[in-house]
């Protein structure tokens, strides 16, 4: 079922982290209790190439990338994956972005990825309450030590490990 309005809430939720984020998000309801699955088609401010775009998201600890060629083709084989890897509730603490259905056409660039709807806030939650309470005012040293304690980017498949 399509959510009622464009855009879905998705977009001005971004919004008010980076106001100046120039987006439009539609959604989809569909009964899953697993995950979401986001698709994007963004405008970057200059052209790039493919690789260009899998270093920047490789640059983040946080974004997993996956390969549909490694049998991970839809929401349901990447938390059985988390189960093999023996992570508590087989969560997904990073956001799995499908490197090798990525595209990018000159300056326009066109992925998915998938967001566990329970284990993606744990990492930030962790790194909000540091940072509340003093325990740990360096933002980069918070992330590593979470990102230790639940073997945050412990996994890669296939192509995603060069």
């Given at each position: 079922m399509p959510e009622p ?97 990525l595209k990018v056409e ?54 995603s490990a060069q």
């Amino acid at each position: 079922m399509p959510e009622p309005e464009i855009p879905s809430h998705q977009g001005p939720d971004a919004q008010s982290v980076d106001p100046d984020l120039d987006v439009i998000t539609m959604a989809v309801k569909v009964p899953q209790t697993l995950a979401h699955l986001h698709y994007w088609a963004v405008r970057m401010p200059r052209k790039a190439s493919k690789d260009e775009v899998l270093a920047a998201f490789r640059a983040s600890s946080r974004i997993a990338l996956i390969r549909m060629a490694d049998g991970l083709d839809a929401l349901n084989p990447v938390k059985e994956m988390m189960a093999d890897l023996g992570r508590p509730n087989d969560s997904l603490y990073e956001v799995a972005l499908w490197e090798d259905m990525l595209k990018v056409e000159g300056d326009e660039l066109f992925y998915a990825y998938m967001v566990d709807n329970q284990a993606i806030v744990i990492p930030e939650t962790i790194d909000a309450i540091r940072a509340l309470t003093g325990a740990e005012p360096d933002g980069a040293a918070s992330i590593a030590r979470t990102n230790a304690a639940l073997g945050v980017g412990a996994f890669t498949t296939g192509a995603s490990a060069q």
